[in-house]
C-alpha cells in the first residue's frame, strides 16, 4: 500500500517571502500522480498542483511549484511571494492511475501542513 | 457552473443513531469518492462509486455504506454511530473512476456524535 508522510506539522512565513513544504512517498509503482491540495478554514479542499510521475519536468502553477524527485520520492511544494490568503492546512496526496481492486481512483493524503503567513 | 454540492452543512447525532449524508456532483461527473477527515488529519477514503456500481472500498467497518443515484449523486449512510465517527465527510466528484481524472471537493459535512 502507498503511503504519504508530510514531517512539517506547521510552517509560517512572512508575506512575500518562499517557503517550502516537504512531502515523501512510498509506493511500488512506476506511474502515478502527486498532488497537493490546499484547505484553507472553510474546509473547502481546493487542488494547487498535480504532477505526472512520467514527466520529469517539474509542474508549475503561477506562484507554485514542485521539485519532483521521482528516485528520492519525494514531492515538494514552493510558494514564491507569500500572500496572506496562501494561510491554510496543505496535504500532499498520491494517486494510482489504474490501481485494481478496492483501491481504485482512491487518493491517499498526508497528514498536511499548517501554514502560517505573517503580515 | 456549480461546484460539488453536500448537505447538510452539520448535523449532531447521539451515539447509536443512523446518518444519512448527501451528494451532487458536477454536472457531467459520473464518479463520486467519500472521504473521512478527522480533526487535524488528513482524509481517508471511505468508497467510489461510478455508474451506480461501487469501484472503490476503503478500510472502514460495514456499518459504513454508500449507493448512487441514476442521477449520479450519491448518499454516505452510518449506522450505530460512534463517538469516532465525528468527523468532517468530504465528497469528490470526477468524470471518471480512473486515477487519470481530478477530483474535485465539496464544502463537506462535519458530522459531531454525543
Known amino acids: 500500500a502507498q503511503t504519504v508522510t508530510q514531517s512539517q506539522p506547521e510552517m509560517s512565513v512572512q508575506e512575500a517571502e518562499t517557503v517550502t513544504l516537504s512531502c515523501t512517498y512510498d509506493?511500488?509503482?512506476?506511474?502515478?500522480?502527486l498532488f497537493w491540495y490546499k484547505q484553507p478554514p472553510s474546509r473547502q479542499m481546493i487542488l494547487v498542483i498535480r504532477?505526472?510521475?512520467?514527466?520529469?519536468q517539474n509542474a508549475t502553477e503561477n506562484r507554485f511549484s514542485v521539485n519532483f524527485q521521482k528516485a528520492a520520492k519525494s514531492f515538494s511544494l514552493k510558494i514564491s511571494d507569500s500572500q496572506l490568503g496562501d494561510a491554510a492546512m496543505y496535504f500532499c496526496?498520491?494517486?494510482?492511475?489504474?490501481?485494481?481492486?478496492?483501491?481504485?481512483?482512491?487518493?491517499?493524503f498526508g497528514q498536511g501542513t499548517i501554514l502560517t503567513v505573517h503580515p | 457552473d456549480a461546484g460539488v454540492t453536500q448537505s447538510p452543512t452539520h448535523l449532531i447525532k447521539t451515539r447509536g443513531q443512523q446518518v444519512t449524508l448527501r451528494c451532487s456532483p458536477i454536472?457531467?461527473?459520473?464518479?463520486v469518492s467519500w472521504y473521512q477527515q478527522v480533526l487535524g488529519q488528513g482524509p481517508q477514503f471511505i468508497f467510489q462509486?461510478?455508474?451506480?456500481?461501487?469501484?472503490g472500498r476503503g478500510n472502514f467497518p460495514d456499518r459504513f455504506s454508500a449507493r448512487q443515484f441514476p442521477n449520479y449523486s450519491s448518499e454516505l449512510n452510518v449506522n450505530a454511530l460512534l463517538l469516532g465517527d465525528s468527523a468532517l465527510y468530504l465528497c469528490?466528484?470526477?468524470?471518471?473512476?480512473?486515477?487519470?481524472?481530478?477530483?474535485?471537493f465539496g464544502p463537506g459535512t462535519r458530522l459531531t456524535v454525543t
Open positions: 469528490a466528484s470526477s468524470l471518471g473512476p480512473s486515477g487519470s481524472y481530478e477530483q474535485y
Open positions: 509506493t511500488s509503482e512506476s506511474d502515478y500522480y
Open positions: 504532477q505526472e510521475a512520467y514527466k520529469q
Open positions: 496526496a498520491y494517486r494510482s492511475p489504474n490501481a485494481g481492486g478496492t483501491s481504485y481512483g482512491k487518493l491517499t
Open positions: 454536472s457531467g461527473h459520473k464518479s
Open positions: 462509486y461510478y455508474e451506480k456500481e461501487e469501484r
